[in-house]
């Protein structure tokens, strides 16, 4: 689907066979595919009917197969997870289709993967699909609700008997950046239950217990720290990206210094020493967290140069301060969502320094969308200049 919306379902058969044929020419013992849950019938999405069809093309034309049928995968990353994720923190009242009372059973990422590893050491051929659940049978409407109650946000949800799949689909292609290829087919398969069958995963795999929904929504939002790789920068100096509800903010700059150097300057950051660039505007930050009830920027460093993993720096707490290779800052102001600060270094020729600065911040519903877009130009000046200063600095005393 990654491609366009259309012949997806050729391009899915095309590519099984292609695959099935080469496994088999390549002396492979077992294929473990992993496709889509959902009942078979003529009300079954093309998405979905597509998904069943790669299992059987798979299961004829290549060695032998064990498939593994699954519905939403919960966690980070998944694409049915992360439409929830966007349509909750997003909308504190949505109008809802017919399909958000659709029965399915979501399955944690753990729990699929727990599967995947345990089908490697079967012993016995399974020709039918093995259908894989989290133990508890949610609908699209009580897991959004759950969500937002783990995200402490309040939502509103309004069903009318109008909206169509399609019709859904073009709100999402607003609301949410899942691309129209992917979520179109997504959405048309909203209309089928996806709840397991037959007892086949208990029998093969008695001592693999999924957990509720409500459990992997807990385990998908109890991340102590961003742990995307960042994107490749090309020619740019400058990218903002975002993935798994969270938003990176990426500068780079080379410094002609070695990184020990450049980790020795930004270890003195904060307290009396000032934060390179626009003291004023961090200084303003502080007195509005202490209005409002935060930290502000009273506490100061501990130590007048140096930097290491536990420190408190005026409203930071540093959660890593890896010599010469990285620093992660996470914020304890008062703030719509959890933000962090991170420097990476990466050695260069030349005894040269590839110093990058990313801001992240996971914004708490709309309310942290706004503020994120609010101060947008503000953090762009700031970081922008923090750079060129920590980059001059080091230079000059190279």
């Not at 292609?173 to 995963?201: H, K, M, Q, Y």
């Not at 400058?238 to 500068?251: K, L, Q």
């Not at 969308?369 to 923090?386: D, K, N, Q, R, T």
């Amino acid at each position: 689907m990654s491609g366009r919306v259309e012949g997806f379902e050729l391009r899915d058969r095309q590519a099984a066979h292609n695959f099935a044929i080469a496994a088999k020419q390549c002396g492979v013992r077992r294929v473990i595919y992993l496709g889509g849950l959902a009942a078979t019938g003529a009300s079954v999405s093309a998405h979905l009917k597509s998904r069943h069809e790669t299992g059987a093309v798979l299961r004829e034309f290549g060695p032998p197969l064990v498939e593994l049928r699954a519905g939403i995968i919960v966690g980070n990353g998944s694409t049915s997870f992360e439409i929830i994720r966007c349509l909750t923190e997003r909308l504190p009242v949505m109008i809802c289709p017919r399909w958000v009372v659709t029965k399915t059973q979501p399955i944690a990422v753990s729990d699929v993967l727990d599967y995947l590893e345990a089908a490697l050491d079967m012993r016995e051929v399974v020709e039918e699909p093995i259908e894989v659940g989290g133990s508890t049978i949610e609908t699209y409407r009580s897991m959004m609700l759950a969500y937002a109650r783990h995200r402490g946000l309040r939502r509103l949800m309004m069903r009318v008997p109008v909206l169509t799949p399609r019709l859904s689909s073009y709100w999402l292609d607003f609301v949410t950046p899942v691309p129209p290829a992917v979520s179109r087919p997504l959405i048309e398969g909203l209309r089928s239950e996806s709840v397991c069958t037959n007892a086949l995963a208990a029998r093969l795999f008695p001592s693999i217990r999924p957990i509720s929904y409500a459990a992997a929504v807990q385990r998908a939002l109890e991340r102590p720290a961003p742990l995307m790789p960042l994107p490749s920068m090309g020619e740019a100096s400058h990218r903002t990206f975002r993935a798994e509800g969270i938003i990176c903010d990426v500068r780079e700059t080379i410094v002609d210094a070695p990184p020990e150097r450049v980790f020795e300057l930004i270890g003195n950051v904060g307290g009396k020493n000032g934060w390179f660039y626009a003291n004023f505007l961090w200084s303003v930050r502080g007195w509005i967290d202490r209005l409002i009830g935060g930290v502000g920027m009273k506490r100061g460093r501990p130590r007048a140069s140096g930097i290491a993993t536990g420190d408190v720096i005026d409203f930071w707490q540093v959660e890593r301060a890896d010599a010469a290779s990285a620093v992660l800052l996470r914020a304890e102001m008062k703030l719509p969502g959890e933000a962090w600060l991170q420097f990476n270094l990466t050695p260069q020729h030349h005894n040269r320094t590839l110093l990058r600065c990313c801001a992240w911040f996971q914004p708490r519903g709309l309310a942290g969308e706004i503020y994120w877009c609010g101060l947008y130009p503000v953090h762009a000046i700031i970081f922008s200049g923090m750079l060129r200063t920590i980059r001059s600095h080091a230079e000059q005393s190279s």
